[in-house]
């Protein structure tokens, strides 16, 4: 088969993403430009429609403030006189009596106000087309009286009191030409800007050396820690945010710190253990070998010992394996878990009888539960194993059942030295040591108890260890309880009846 070379890649630097300044200054700038855009469309392109539509809006109020004070001629004459000042608006108002309009008040303020230089004819005109529209009528006309053709606006508006009386309102005012006034913003806009734009640089430049002077600083301690430096410490600055970056980096550096150093141990635990069984059998077999007569049962029994002492090994590794890859899962079936706990001691009668070890089980009633039988009798395996390792001179293991609330919890206990508790949260971890001095298992290969973790998370289960320096400890799991067959079909059939 042809080996196939990966080549270095020589446009990583050039493949990188742009830099926060440049992004930041990007985002700014198009905020700006957004800004300029949204300005220049309503204060030059829509000026003069917005200049109009807040003149008819004056002549609007105007109307409403005079005809609010309809049923008071008097009032209604001193308003028009009023408002015609702050307006700077020609006003005009008729009262309509036996169908001739009279005029009763009149205010004019510009000398080129349209209202006092058309024809009578215009005006009735204006009129006709306010009560065709239903009372109120505006429109924009060219002064042919002004030489520049300035626009003006007429209004008029017609009003029926309480007591039938008409009257006409008409207004007049001159539209201001706002070219001048849009030819000097269009000049400014551009200063403005360029102004704006400098002004978005300096900002993206000074929040990017904020931002970015933590972020380089934690980049090249996160290079270290990446090389193996877990001393490496990240130091945050500058805004919340980089502060809660560099906890969390420094807690990830502790985290892989412990890891890498059980890791280390782990690597040469199980060296430990692997030698061991080989540097005997090897030993055993060269003496059955080389020397007459001791090709005997006892060393051929110490040879198959430590093999199976070798494959337990190599299956618990295995089986760790399968268990955290997540290859191996609980196939549940409804089985009688106070038996099984029995099943188990039976495999622990020649250790009593040999060792004097004393191994009590107590439960008043049998319970069922649904989850995968092998697994679970290897966590009881597993317990008891690391109580017979770990337990008093008395040699004493006790295991308790009980249940509460449909659940059943299996208690391992046993009298050793028990557990500091700073050291309890890392027990489950492979091959951890209390006394991190690592001593061959009598019993099992010290892979247990992660081996427990495994099992009993992989089935949703709860559990833990209760343990005080000199008396002991006990480590404990609970399942959800699952009533018996036969008394299901007992309860069924009593129901039948």
């Not at 099984?340 to 009590?360: F, G, M, Q, S, W």
């Amino acid at each position: 088969m042809k080996r196939v070379r990966r080549m270095p890649s020589k446009n990583r630097s050039s493949r990188r993403s742009s830099g926060i300044s440049w992004r930041l200054f990007g985002t700014l700038t198009l905020f700006v430009v957004l800004v300029l855009v949204v300005i220049w469309v309503f204060q030059i392109v829509l000026l003069n429609k917005f200049y109009e539509t807040s003149k008819l809006e004056e002549f609007t109020d105007t109307d409403d403030f005079i005809f609010g004070l309809i049923n008071n001629e008097k009032g209604m004459k001193e308003a028009v006189y009023t408002r015609s000042g702050e307006t700077d608006t020609c006003i005009r108002l008729y009262k309509v009596v036996d169908g001739v309009a009279t005029e009763i008040a009149d205010s004019e303020v510009n000398m080129g106000c349209m209202l006092h230089s058309i024809p009578a004819d215009a005006l009735s005109s204006l009129y006709t087309r306010a009560a065709k529209n239903g009372g109120v009528y505006s429109k924009k006309i060219a002064n042919p009286s002004d030489k520049n053709s300035s626009i003006n606006a007429l209004y008029v508006s017609i009003e029926i009191s309480e007591k039938g009386e008409e009257y006409i309102l008409m207004m007049d005012s001159e539209l201001v030409p706002l070219d001048a006034t849009v030819k000097t913003l269009q000049k400014q806009f551009g200063w403005i800007m360029s102004l704006l734009i400098m002004g978005a640089l300096i900002i993206a430049l000074a929040i990017s050396r904020v931002i970015c002077i933590p972020l380089e600083k934690m980049s090249r301690s996160a290079r270290k820690l990446a090389k193996g430096d877990y001393n490496e410490e990240f130091i945050g600055g500058g805004y919340r945010e980089a502060e809660e970056l560099a906890e969390a980096l420094n807690y990830a550096s502790e985290e892989l710190a412990k890891t890498d150093n059980l890791q280390k141990e782990l690597v040469a635990n199980i060296s430990h253990d692997l030698r061991t069984p080989l540097t005997m059998i090897k030993g055993y077999s060269e003496v059955m070998r080389d020397i007459p007569g001791e090709n005997n049962p006892e060393n051929v029994q110490v040879i198959i010992d430590e093999t199976e002492r070798l494959t337990e090994l190599v299956n618990d590794v295995l089986d760790l394996s399968k268990i955290r890859s997540g290859t191996r899962k609980p196939e549940p079936e409804t089985f009688d878990l106070t038996e099984t706990v029995r099943a188990v001691l039976t495999r622990y009668e020649k250790l009593t009888e040999r060792d004097n070890y004393v191994i009590t089980f107590s439960a008043d009633e049998s319970v069922y539960v649904n989850a995968d039988r092998t697994m679970i009798l290897q966590v009881i395996y597993n317990l008891v194993n690391n109580a017979l390792n770990y337990t008093g001179d008395d040699k004493k293991v006790s295991i308790d059942q009980s249940v509460w609330d449909n659940r059943v919890r299996i208690s391992v206990i046993d009298t050793g030295n028990g557990i500091d508790e700073a050291d309890i949260p890392y027990i489950w971890d492979r091959y951890y040591k209390v006394d991190k001095v690592h001593k061959r298992a009598k019993i099992g290969t010290g892979l247990g108890l992660s081996i427990v973790k495994g099992i009993l998370e992989s089935h949703g289960a709860t559990y833990g260890v209760e343990s005080k320096v000199g008396e002991g400890s006990n480590f404990w799991f609970e399942l959800e309880t699952f009533r018996a067959i036969d008394e299901y079909e007992t309860e069924t059939e009593e129901n039948e009846k």
